[in-house]
């Protein structure tokens, strides 16, 4: 009899410890009814918004949402619901709510309002920060659509940018401008939607810029500063089209003028894209400087893009020696298999065939033991043994 009551206790340890521990619970049903659960149960709904193509949705499935900690957090607190955004329901809340990436997530209160949103891959420790986030009435803002509303009545140019194929249209900042000159909330959920997916003219790109805290409001930050950033994108790259450093500058003006946040880092990322991609290497050089004085080797991966981007595009010793000296100190910090790999390709192009074959089988040994792709070093030690032979 001890012996039974034994195992029943073992048995009812593990048990509560399996449902304790668990995956996110995503409910079958109808988005009707998720909110009705929602309601009865006095709990926010976290909604998956996937697609069936979106690869990192899938990763986001399997690192983060089956993690325990993770899922014993939202199941507590939330009925956690799927939605594919490319199908029935799930097209005209991606329209109403603006979901233009996935993953992303949309939170929403017992009510059913949209209170939060986030977008990409995220790790479970930041997914958890993200959840309590969404929990946190401060962080939370203010969205003026009725829930029950779905279909917005967006203008038919909005409609026809979206279609497929033959049938997409594109509107012109004209055409766009001159629909919102006859609005008189540009606040309003269907008027934020033209302005945040589609390009205006200056007057309503100014009114933006000078609204946005009241925007950030409403439909929250993350939006506000994707709408800041297509337009800061869609001028440098007509900059770099030209080579236009005046354009350059009207980016920097905007940045310093309407970001509240990491100016510094933002300016100079802006700079760094502009320099790079018209291939202004000795100023992509002094400007990477210019970022590992102001954050260190924080951003070590853009560090290591932009000094490998200098190993393939770039001939001047001087420019070489610098970044060699970078990525020497990013290395002593980080390292790292791909960091190293870059190290040793810039060491031979400076002509330090020694210190490049040190590295490069340095490389390829924490490359080995990571389970990383080392072909591309194994070719750069079959290169510096060819110039070897070269030089003799």
């Known amino acids: 009899m001890k012996k039974i009551f034994t ?49 990192w949705c899938k990763v986001m499935d399997k690192k983060t949402f089956s993690d325990s900690i993770v899922g ?106 001159k629909y919102l000159d006859t609005q008189e909330n540009l606040f309003s959920e269907k008027n934020w939607t033209v302005m945040f997916r589609l390009y205006m003219n200056e007057k309503h790109t100014l009114f933006f810029l000078e609204n946005q805290k009241k925007y950030a409001e ?36 905007l940045i310093e003028k309407y970001k509240t946040e990491d ?13 790079e991609k018209t291939g202004n290497w000795e100023k992509l050089i002094a400007s990477v400087k210019e970022m590992i004085d102001l954050s260190g080797y924080e951003k070590s991966s853009k560090i290591n893009s932009y000094c490998w981007n200098i190993y393939e595009n770039v001939d001047d010793a001087k420019i070489i020696d610098q970044a060699v000296a970078i990525m020497k100190n990013l290395i002593e910090q980080k390292p790292e298999y791909a960091y190293i790999d870059t190290y040793a390709a810039l060491l031979f192009k400076s002509g330090n065939t020694k210190e490049a074959t040190k590295y490069a089988l340095k490389a390829i040994k924490i490359g080995k033991e990571n389970g990383d792709k080392i072909e591309s070093t194994q070719e750069l030690i079959k290169k510096i043994a060819e110039a070897k032979v070269e030089n003799k």
Request: glycine share 4%; aromatic share 16%; with cysteine.
């Open 7 to 55: 195992i029943l206790i073992i048995l009812s340890i593990f048990f509560s410890k399996t449902i304790l521990s668990q995956a996110v619970n995503f409910i079958e049903g109808t988005w009707e009814e998720v909110q009705i659960k929602a309601e009865n149960e006095n709990k926010y709904i976290m909604v998956d918004a996937f697609t069936d193509w979106c690869s």
């Open 72 to 177: 014993n957090f939202i199941n507590t607190n939330f009925i956690s619901y799927k939605m594919d955004m490319e199908k029935g329901i799930g097209i005209k809340l991606a329209i109403k709510y603006r979901i233009t990436g996935y993953p992303s997530y949309m939170f929403f209160n017992s009510k059913g309002k949209l209170v939060y949103k986030s977008s990409g891959y995220q790790v479970p420790e930041k997914f958890l920060l993200t959840v309590k986030k969404a929990m946190d009435k401060k962080e939370q803002f203010n969205y003026p659509g009725d829930p029950k509303i779905i279909d917005i009545k967006l203008p038919e140019f909005y409609i026809n940018a979206f279609k497929k194929g033959k049938e997409k249209k594109w509107p012109t900042r004209e055409t766009v401008s």
């Open 218 to 253: 409403l439909y929250g930050w993350t939006e506000v500063n994707t709408k800041f950033d297509r337009i800061l994108y869609k001028k440098i790259q007509a900059g770099i089209k030209n080579k236009d450093y005046e354009k350059l500058d009207e980016v920097l003006v």
């Open 263 to 275: 100016v510094e880092n933002i300016k100079l990322a802006y700079k760094n894209f502009f320099y």
